[in-house]
Structures are given as structure tokens and as C-alpha cells.
């Protein structure tokens, strides 16, 4: 069983900052891409950032310059880095994780619950 469980979620105001957590617990072998989406009511999940096992990144352009995916292997933890917030990076946001469970088995791919974040202008 793996999962994957993200913090960090709130309320500001446009131009603050927040760092949102996903930590992935259970039985895991490796992890490769970790990654954040995000998804408003009526509209498709979207990618936001995407960070694989050797600390390559990639970013949605709304978010290019101001988002900063990283991650502790040592932890099993992806992080999103979200400074200058804008309204319309509201949207509750998921985490994804890339795992293989064990030795031998194939990747899977694993998302958390979710977590709210609302920027106020």
C-alpha cells in the first residue's frame, strides 16, 4: 500500500507565499517523477510542475518563475515552492508520485487527497 499525503493548503492574499508538502508513505522500492497538478471546479486537472528521479523540472508557464518544485529523496517528500501567489492559482492541488513498490514490480502511479489553496485579491 503506498499513499501519498499532502499539507500546506490555506487562504492569502495575492503576492504571498506558500510551500505545499506531499509526503509518500508505504511499501516503496523507488520513487521516479514526482509531481503537482491542480484542478478548479469544471475544469481539467492540470500540470503544474514535475521534478523525475535525477532533479530534472518542468513547469506549466503560468508558473514558470514563480513556483519551484523540489524534493527529499531521504524523505520520500515532493515540495511546491509558491511565491507571488495570483487569484488565479486557486484550486485545490494534487500531488502524484511515479512508484515502483518493489523489486521487480512495475511503476504505478499514486495521487494524494488533495489540498485547497485560495489566493484573495
Known amino acids: 500500500q503506498v499513499q501519498l499525503v499532502e499539507s500546506g493548503g490555506g487562504f492569502l492574499q495575492a503576492g504571498e507565499s506558500l510551500r505545499l508538502s506531499c509526503a509518500a508513505s508505504?511499501?516503496?522500492?523507488?520513487?521516479?517523477?514526482l509531481g503537482w497538478y491542480r484542478q478548479v471546479p469544471g475544469k481539467q486537472r492540470e500540470l503544474v510542475a514535475i521534478?523525475?528521479?535525477?532533479?530534472?523540472?518542468n513547469y506549466a508557464s503560468s508558473v514558470q518563475g514563480r513556483f519551484t518544485i523540489s524534493r527529499d529523496n531521504a524523505k520520500n517528500t515532493v515540495y511546491l515552492q509558491m511565491n507571488s501567489l495570483k487569484p488565479e492559482d486557486t484550486a485545490v492541488y494534487y500531488c502524484?508520485?511515479?512508484?515502483?513498490?518493489?523489486?521487480?514490480?512495475?511503476?504505478?502511479?499514486?495521487w494524494g487527497q488533495g489540498t485547497q489553496v485560495t489566493v484573495s485579491s
Open positions: 502524484t508520485a511515479q512508484i515502483q513498490p518493489s523489486w521487480g514490480r512495475a511503476l504505478g502511479n499514486y
Open positions: 508505504g511499501t516503496i522500492f523507488s520513487i521516479k517523477v
Open positions: 521534478i523525475t528521479s535525477d532533479g530534472t523540472t
